[in-house]
């Protein structure tokens, strides 16, 4: 009612300021975690269902926090996002998995595909790929093993130049996916364009297509595009045999999801692919 509109509205202020201050000294703490070395990556296997073979595995970032132990990415890339912190955070990840490839081979693994995930922010900053090219070159890496992973977003947002990007991210000889697709808005006219490796079926239609013929229908349609483009697809979030099998019909053979690993920290993915080989 009238009487207490100001109390809420009090309430509402306060618990802004709250959220605010949460948000500023998440920042903080961000800021030092770089400093600190206080990210790890882990690693979830990719798998060809007809060889059973690794195709590769995803990078996926943890917060290893003194205090709190392991963040969610989900927790920390927004404001990393908001805050431009996202930029020497992805540099520190692209190093890492350089350093990560080179530490494989030397345990006596073939050489493993690594994919990535690269945000909006760092995607459009200027020294992008020279940043990337920079890397690549220091560590003496093999361009053709690491994959970006990029959204439709990303790259819908101003399609033309988002083109002439990947062209020149292709002539480095890096591997390009699109991540989450079919949650976006894509243009098939520039999805056509796009110089791309790799559809990633998003993980909420693989969660609803034995329910959901719409969902279904949405997979379907996914493997057909990318057969006809000429190009790659994988379902990420697979959890059990009845996902794979309606996948494995659907022509879907590359999996990525708990059903094989939950992403691992690099040694017990060394294990876990050492075991299988
Ligand atoms: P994403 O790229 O879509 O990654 C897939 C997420 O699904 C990961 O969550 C993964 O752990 C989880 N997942 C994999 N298999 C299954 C499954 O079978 N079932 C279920 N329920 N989940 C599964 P995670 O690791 O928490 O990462 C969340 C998001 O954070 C990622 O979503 C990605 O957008 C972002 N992210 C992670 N690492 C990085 C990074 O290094 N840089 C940037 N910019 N973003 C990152
Ligand atoms: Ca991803
Ligand atoms: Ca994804
Ligand atoms: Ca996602």
Avoid at 53 to 75: D, F, T, Y
Avoid at 116 to 137: D, M, P, W
Avoid at 138 to 161: C, H, K, Q, V, W
Wanted: glycine share 6%; net charge negative; hydrophobic share 40%.
């Amino acid at each position: 009612g009238k009487e207490n509109g100001r109390n809420n509205y009090q309430f509402f202020t306060e618990s802004l300021n709250e959220v605010a201050t949460e948000r500023l000294s998440l920042e903080n703490s961000l800021r030092l975690a770089i400093e600190r070395n206080e990210f790890v990556l882990y690693y979830q296997p990719q798998i060809d269902i007809k060889t059973n073979k690794l195709i590769g595995v995803e990078a996926l970032i943890r917060w290893n926090h003194p205090q709190n132990g392991l963040i969610s990415p989900a927790k920390f890339i927004p404001v990393a996002e908001d805050t431009g912190l996202i930029i020497p955070i992805g540099e520190w990840v692209l190093r890492e998995i350089c350093q990560q490839h080179f530490k494989w081979l030397e345990f006596g693994l073939p050489p493993i595909q690594i994919a990535v995930n690269v945000s909006a922010i760092q995607f459009q900053e200027k020294y992008f790929l020279s940043t990337l090219q920079g890397i690549l070159r220091s560590y003496n890496m093999n361009p053709a093993y690491l994959e970006l992973e990029l959204t439709e977003g990303i790259l819908m947002r101003d399609a033309d130049t988002a083109t002439g990007e990947l062209h020149s991210l292709k002539e480095l000889g890096v591997k390009l996916s699109i991540d989450d697709f079919g949650t976006g808005y894509s243009s098939l006219q520039y999805l056509s364009q796009f110089p791309i490796d790799k559809l990633k079926i998003d993980q909420t239609f693989v969660r609803a297509m034995s329910t959901h013929a719409s969902s279904l229908a949405i997979v379907e349609s996914i493997v057909s595009l990318a057969e006809k483009l000429h190009i790659k697809v994988i379902a990420e979030g697979v959890e059990n045999n009845e996902e794979l099998e309606i996948l494995q019909k659907c022509g879907c053979t590359e999996i990525q999801g708990y059903y094989f690993s939950k992403p691992l920290p690099a040694d017990q993915f060394f294990e876990w692919y050492y075991a299988r080989l």
